[in-house]
């Protein structure tokens, strides 16, 4: 068994891998879970002045969960809402300090890159 020590996206992970040469089934080996929850920041798009800012799904996915309503108050950096893309939770959050103005996707609905799922004012 040979031990390698792997980096992706920043983040170390020990692997040990077997080497099979008799065309054996190599042994299971169980690895640490990946974290669930990822912080994956929504780009938003500035929109003109009044209409306030749009906040876009930053990827393709399924929204999990809404946390705000419309006419809620958010701080920037708060979580909106979570956003499932590739078995990961990502929370997509306010670009700004205000009040959400519109909310255009509910629990259960599958979003596509840049869709717009609320904005903030």
């Not at 690895?31 to 799904?57: D, F, H, I, L, N």
């Not at 705000?68 to 958010?74: L, T, Y």
């Not at 701080?75 to 499932?84: P, Y």
């Amino acid at each position: 068994m040979k031990r390698f020590n792997i980096t992706v996206n920043g983040k170390a992970y020990d692997v040990a891998v077997e080497e099979v040469t008799d065309g054996s089934a190599p042994a299971m080996i169980s690895a640490p879970a990946a974290p669930k929850v990822a912080s994956a920041p929504a780009p938003a798009t500035v929109t003109p002045a009044g209409e306030g800012e749009k906040v876009t799904a930053p990827m393709p996915g399924t929204i999990l969960d809404v946390k705000v309503s419309v006419g809620d108050s958010v701080t920037k950096g708060q979580a909106l809402m979570i956003l499932e893309a590739m078995k990961m939770e990502n929370e997509i959050v306010a670009p700004c300090d205000g009040k959400v103005t519109s909310v255009t996707v509910k629990k259960g609905d599958s979003v596509n890159s840049a869709d717009t799922l609320a904005t903030v004012q």
